[in-house]
Every structure is written in structure tokens, then in C-alpha cells.
């Protein structure tokens, strides 16, 4: 698609956007129904995972009013925003939940919550939630590419600034808001949105509720704007706007992207870990698989990862603190840890992410041989690769390189694997094989649209 003739040439890409997702004449790629259905059955299968864990009792006891929406895994109602803080937070809890490939930002975590919230007081179709999902996640995989790696320059986590804005759209199209509202909630949540990662620090939390408050903030945003609450349009490229704010300067700002919807798409490049931990480190532990074949770990003397530059200050510093983490959760943003696991026990799944683990002396050993050197020609953020070069005893060098990240555009899932990383997430989660199964086969139902709305297939999953 080229610009909308209809579109005044003097309007803001808030409003550009809102044009082009509000007519429903774009047809989606013809991969967005299988997309959307991949996203949504790992979401549920992650929200299974953490239900028991201790940051969503935490969550769940904080409640203070009981409503009419959703909470996977979990009995009663919640009020609109507290499920969507629940249940995305539970998505990205375990940081194995999915991730764009081209600068990271995961997408489901954000855009999933919203439509379950909106689905508890509101019919929606399958066909309503794949286009409102494909549309704001398209918005998302093209905000986050405007200035690659800036936003983590600044400090900020893209995923919760970014997926409020995305938020915003998937329950926007879904509502049908007008275009000037449209642009207006755009607007407004620009002003709601939040995430810094200060988490890195000490391993805390919340990293985990940020898409969970992004999804709270979007459908906010979204039902203020339906009642003509206005924002300024101009949210993006404005000379206050959020790029101003949120993204530092030294990157260049290439806002084209915004101006020009359609044609090729972004979202439908989305991919699914095969890893419970950071995005980046996932190439790095397939090369660890690879390693741990012929090589005997007690005959390591030493590891050098060769890394792109960006990843440095979220995976690898401070150095110390990277090969003994302080807590699993900041163990899952530590490649020192993640290639010593996956040494160790051929995996980075969940669990491998557990105070035993981190406590367990091989793992601590291993870690501490394992350093970094920044390579200049890693393509990083376009794409994400591993490379590890092993240093024996016995004074041999082994190298062992990952192309792509596994589960991605280069090397995706297929549907059986997507389908067993479902099942394992809910029997981490509790859930008996059978209401697996069951719950699988609701959700192949409601994309085959075999159950007839949203609200129908989230009463019936099982908890």
C-alpha cells in the first residue's frame, strides 16, 4: 500500500496509522491467521507456566476489586485492568515468551492481555482478534525499528514503552474507534507509558509486570479516546513526543517506516524460544548444545563469546555479577549462566531457571570460565547470532557458531514444536496432561472457528 490519497499530506503518523488500520479494505498477509494463532498458544501456554508462581501470587493478591474478565489458569473474575496486568506479566514472566527479530520487543505479552480483558465485556471473533492483534503488533515491529537499540540506550525496556502503544491499537480496531480517536488514544498512552530497566541491577521483578501495565495502559487509553478524551496526535515525531523522551539521540531516527503502511510486513517475522530466558543469549546456548558433544567440560579451561556490541550492558556486565547471578530471574539475562546450563544439562528451560540451579557448584565453575569480546561485523540488532570459541586444557581452540536464532524467520518452529512447548508450559503450570491436550485443542477450535467468541473459549479453558 502507498499513502492514502484520503490522508491530508500534513498529518501526523498517529494519524496515518489510524487511517490505514481502521479500513478494513487492507487485507492481512495471508500468514496472519497462523501467526496470530502461534502468538496466542504460547501466550496461554506461558500463562499456565507461571500461575503458581510466586511474582503472580504476589500479583493476584494485590487485587482489590473483582470483575468479569479473565485470568488464565486462575478461578473468578477480574476487573478489566487487573487482568491485564495478571496475564501479562504471567506471559512474560519467565522472559520465554516471543520476540521480533529486527530490534527485540516482544509482541504477544502486550497485545494478547488487552483482547482477553476486552473479550470478558465485549463479543469478539476470531476474526476480530487476529485483525486487531496483526495490525497493533505491525505497529509495534515498526515503532521499534525507527531507532534500533535506542530506546535500551535510554534505559527503557521496548517492550513495556512500545507494547502500550500497540496495546492501544489492538483494543482500538477492535472497538472500531473512529480515526481521530483513534490517533487520540495513540496519544494518550503515549503519556502512560513506562519501563525502565533498572531491574538488571538486582534481578527484581519488574521487568516481568511491564507488558502486563503496557496492556492495562492501552485499553485505558483506548475507552478514554472512545469517549473523546483527546491526545495529541502528534505523539511520535512530535518536538516533546516519545522519541524525544524515550530514545537516545545519538541513534539516528528514521521515521519513514511510519508513513507507509501495507506492502511488506513486519510481524509476521515474530519468533518463538525454544529458551526461558533473554533473547539474545538464546543463539549462544545453541552453540553450548553443540559443544557439549564433543567436548568433555571438565577439559574447558576458558570460553569467549563473540558478541554485538548492543547486547553488552543488558547480558554481560557487570562481569561478576553475570557469571553468578544473584537471583534465576537475572540468571535469565546472564550468557555466562545460560551457556554453562546448557553445558550442563543439554537446556535453558525452566527448569534451569531455579535457586537449586543457581546454587548448583558446576554451574558456578563453568560460568566463571566464560568472558566476552565485542565483534564489530555481528549483525546484531537485525539479526540475532551466536558465537562461542572454547579454549580446551589441552591447548586446543573449538569454534562453534549459531547463524540465527532458533525459532526464527531463518529457522522457525513448526507446529509440533509449538505445540509441545504448549504442553510442557502447562505441566510446569500444574495442569494434568488431559486439560493440556484440552486446552490446546479449545484454542485449534477457536481459530478454526469451530467456538464462536473469545469470551466463549476463555470461560471453558481449564484451571
Not at 487492507?26 to 494463532?37: I, R
Not at 495490525?135 to 534500533?148: F, K, Q
Not at 473523546?228 to 517506516?257: C, I, M, W
Amino acid at each position: 500500500m502507498t499513502k492514502n490519497p484520503n490522508i491530508n499530506s500534513n498529518a501526523a503518523l498517529a494519524e496515518i496509522f489510524a487511517e490505514w488500520a481502521l479500513d478494513k479494505t487492507q487485507a492481512l498477509p495471508k500468514t496472519a491467521n497462523q501467526t496470530v494463532a502461534r502468538m496466542t498458544y504460547d501466550a496461554v501456554g506461558l500463562m499456565y507456566a507461571a500461575r503458581h508462581e510466586g511474582y503472580i501470587v504476589a500479583a493476584i493478591n494485590s487485587v482489590i476489586e473483582k470483575g468479569d474478565c479473565h485470568a488464565i489458569g486462575h478461578k473468578g473474575g477480574l476487573g478489566a485492568y487487573d487482568s491485564c496486568l495478571i496475564n501479562g506479566t504471567a506471559i512474560h514472566g519467565e522472559d520465554f515468551d516471543d520476540t521480533y527479530e529486527g530490534t527485540p520487543v516482544h509482541l504477544a505479552a502486550a497485545l494478547v492481555p488487552p483482547m482477553i480483558a476486552l473479550s470478558g465485556v465485549s463479543q469478539i471473533s476470531r476474526d476480530d482478534w487476529v485483525r486487531s492483534i496483526s495490525l497493533a503488533a505491525e505497529l509495534v515491529c515498526r515503532l521499534v525499528v525507527v531507532a534500533p537499540t535506542a530506546i535500551h540506550r535510554q534505559g527503557f525496556h521496548p517492550t513495556s514503552v512500545l507494547g502500550a502503544f500497540g496495546a492501544t491499537a489492538a483494543v482500538g480496531v477492535c472497538l472500531q474507534l473512529q480515526p481521530k480517536q483513534l490517533a487520540s488514544a495513540l496519544g494518550i498512552v503515549g503519556s502512560m507509558t513506562s519501563g525502565i530497566i533498572e531491574y538488571l541491577a538486582e534481578g527484581t521483578w519488574t521487568k516481568r509486570m511491564h507488558p502486563g501495565w503496557a496492556a492495562a495502559s492501552g485499553l485505558k487509553a483506548a475507552f478514554l479516546a472512545r469517549n473523546d478524551f483527546l491526545g495529541p496526535r502528534t505523539v511520535f515525531e512530535g518536538e516533546h513526543g516519545f522519541f524525544k523522551a524515550y530514545a537516545d539521540r545519538s541513534v539516528n531516527q528514521d521515521f519513514s517506516v511510519l508513513d507507509n503502511w501495507g506492502g511488506a510486513w513486519h510481524f509476521d517475522k515474530v519468533a518463538f524460544k525454544p529458551f526461558a530466558c533473554g533473547t539474545m543469549a538464546q543463539p549462544f546456548i545453541d552453540c553450548a548444545l553443540s559443544a557439549r558433544v564433543s567436548i568433555d567440560i571438565e577439559n574447558i579451561e576458558r570460553i569467549v563469546a563473540h558478541v554485538g556490541e548492543g547486547t553488552v550492558h543488558r547480558l554481560w556486565e557487570p562481569l561478576e555479577e553475570k557469571r553468578r547471578p544473584s537471583t534465576p530471574y537475572g540468571a535469565k539475562f546472564s550468557v555466562p549462566y545460560c551457556v554453562a546450563v546448557g553445558m550442563i544439562f543439554g537446556d535453558a528451560g525452566l527448569a534451569q531457571f531455579t535457586e537449586q540451579t543457581l546454587a548448583d557448584d558446576r554451574v558456578i565453575e563453568l560460568a566463571r570460565r566464560v568472558s566476552y569480546r565485542i565483534n564489530p561485523e555481528d549483525p546484531y540488532p537485525q539479526d540475532y547470532v551466536g558465537w562461542l570459541e572454547i579454549h580446551t586444557k589441552a591447548g586446543d581452540v573449538h569454534h562453534f557458531k549459531q547463524p540465527c536464532m532458533r525459532g526464527g524467520k531463518n529457522q522457525p518452529m513448526t507446529d509440533a514444536d509449538i505445540k509441545s512447548k504448549f504442553i510442557a508450559n502447562c505441566l510446569y503450570g500444574g495442569l494434568s496432561n488431559a486439560d493440556a491436550l484440552l486446552a490446546f485443542e479449545s484454542l485449534e477450535m477457536f481459530f478454526g472457528k469451530s467456538v464462536s467468541n473469545a469470551d466463549e473459549l476463555f470461560s471453558n479453558l481449564p484451571v
